[in-house]
């Protein structure tokens, strides 16, 4: 598949996850379930996609430490990239716009506790979450075959 970076990033709103850890696809279930238009397109951190959207912004593509939102190539993670999410999922869940309030510093801290053991908090998992035939529109590697 050939693909730019730059240009993917700036087309679709897109959500890195850790595809081995039990939360984050938790986390990719959860979406799949509430972002009824699709708006956000999963990405498992451990594909070569997501390592080239890692890449892409300099991060590191062997531990991943937070949760990557990109949202018109503009770059969010720890406790941004969650209210970004939740604020563009509607009622009740843009309700922790709230969480705005906190300090981001605060918020860093309290997302990074969890983030940071979330793998002996939750385990991890051998089952990658896999698109299916009713849910691959929210792949961004299904998207960008099928066009």
């Not at 709103?13 to 081995?20: C, E, G, M, V």
């Not at 940071?116 to 998207?143: I, M, W």
């Amino acid at each position: 598949m050939e693909y730019k970076i730059a240009d993917i990033i700036q087309q679709y709103d897109i959500i890195l996850f850790d595809a081995i850890c039990v939360i984050c696809n938790g986390w990719a279930k959860f979406l799949i379930k509430y972002d009824k238009s699709s708006k956000f397109k999963l990405v498992s951190a451990q594909s070569p996609l997501g390592e080239d959207i890692l890449k892409h912004y300099a991060m590191s593509t062997e531990y991943y430490t937070t949760m990557i939102v990109v949202k018109g190539g503009q770059l969010y993670t720890e406790s941004s990239a969650l209210l970004k999410v939740m604020q563009h999922l509607g009622l009740p869940f843009s309700l922790m716009n709230i969480g705005y309030l906190i300090p981001r510093f605060i918020r860093d801290f309290l997302y990074n506790r969890v983030a940071l053991n979330r793998y002996q908090l939750f385990g991890t998992t051998d089952h990658c979450l896999l698109p299916s035939a009713n849910n691959k529109h929210h792949f961004l590697e299904h998207v960008l075959r099928d066009i």
